[in-house]
């Protein structure tokens, strides 16, 4: 399967944990996304449940006659007591086990990543299962978050999810996928295309 992740245009909240939070899109955020991507040739369209996912699925969408699903397992990580808010208000200590040991660290009242892959990795498993017609049907697009980009391509790829930091997701960046899954069931791929704004 081919799989195209995109994270949805820009809310203009750059170094904020929006997880929950769910910002509106900046005004003509759509206009160089669209320019950049408008005319992918897309099977299937899905999106995270936040606005500006949504939003952002649906500008890429308009004129087509492919439906936009809607799942909630491709939301970005709840960040809990931290969501919302800019990395300079997070003890930087705290802030920096997030990023250097994802594994370790759970914020406060928030999504631990083993919970966050788990329910990316099914995801990734579901759209396998579904997946009838293969590549010959074009590229699957989920329109998500930073997060979600990253630990899919961890997940498929088996890179390091710390060593994804390294990768910059901007608004608007889109990873394509080749993703198929081994007789033990577990995931494998390769990273296709890494597209930036």
Do not use: K
């Not at 999106?47 to 949504?54: E, G, M, T, W």
């Not at 631990?112 to 788990?118: H, P």
């Not at 009838?132 to 930073?146: K, T």
């Not at 889109?174 to 081994?182: F, H, K, S, W």
């Amino acid at each position: 399967m081919i799989l195209d992740l995109m994270r949805h245009a820009s809310t203009g909240r750059q170094g904020h944990l929006d997880g929950r939070t769910d910002p509106p899109l900046l005004d003509g955020a759509m206009d160089a996304l669209l320019r950049r991507h408008g005319g992918g040739q897309w099977s299937r369209a899905i999106a995270s449940p936040r606005r500006r996912a949504l939003d952002t699925a649906t500008a890429l969408l308009a004129g087509r006659e492919l439906f936009c699903e809607i799942h909630p397992d491709w939301a970005e990580l709840d960040f809990g007591d931290w969501d919302g808010r800019h990395y300079d208000e997070i003890p930087a200590e705290l802030l920096a086990g997030l990023y250097d040991a994802p594994h370790a660290v759970v914020p406060p009242n928030g999504e631990s990543w083993q919970q966050f892959q788990a329910r990316i990795e099914a995801q990734l498993q579901r759209l396998l299962d579904e997946d009838d017609d293969g590549d010959e049907a074009g590229p699957v697009l989920v329109v998500s978050h930073a997060g979600v980009l990253r630990l899919a391509v961890s997940r498929v790829c088996g890179m390091p999810l710390a060593a994804l930091w390294a990768m910059r997701i901007d608004y608007g960046t889109r990873v394509r996928l080749r993703v198929e899954r081994g007789d033990d069931g577990q995931l494998w791929g390769e990273l296709l295309e890494l597209c930036q704004p």
